[in-house]
């Protein structure tokens, strides 16, 4: 079973950084796939950043492409996104999620995914 927790999120300027970091431990394999989602008032989940794990290949949304950057620590089964750059219209509630495959067609689609964090706000805001 896949366990998820998520860490971070809060209130920041435009033009501000902030990291979120999510622990995910208990895949079945070593090839699976992970990411970040979010979903602001009014619209549909999206995905922003995801990785696979081997090989470690991100991908993200055109609109985050350049500002947020999503690595892994395997040490300590934790993925983060790295959040610069960040603009009023980022503001949403952001997601870790996971895939137990690494197949490319599911790579970031919210649909395929089954594991999912908590949740956390993410405010951009002066």
């Known amino acids: 079973q896949v366990h998820i927790v998520q860490s971070g999120g809060g209130l920041v300027q435009p033009g501000g950084s902030l990291r979120l970091s999510c622990a995910a431990s208990?895949?079945?394999?070593?090839?699976?796939?992970i990411g970040w989602f979010r979903q602001a008032p009014g619209k549909e989940r999206e995905g922003i950043a995801c990785?696979?794990?081997?090989?470690?290949?991100?991908v993200y949304a055109d609109s985050v492409q350049g500002r947020f950057t999503i690595f892994k620590d395997n040490a300590n089964d934790t993925m983060y996104l790295q959040m610069d750059s960040l603009r009023p219209d980022d503001t949403a509630v952001y997601y870790c999620a996971a895939d137990t495959t690494s197949l490319l067609f599911r790579l970031c689609v919210p649909r395929f995914y089954v594991y999912w964090g908590q949740g956390a706000q993410v405010t951009v805001s002066s």
């Open positions: 208990g895949f079945p394999s070593d090839y699976y796939a």
């Open positions: 990785i696979t794990s081997r090989p470690e290949a991100p």
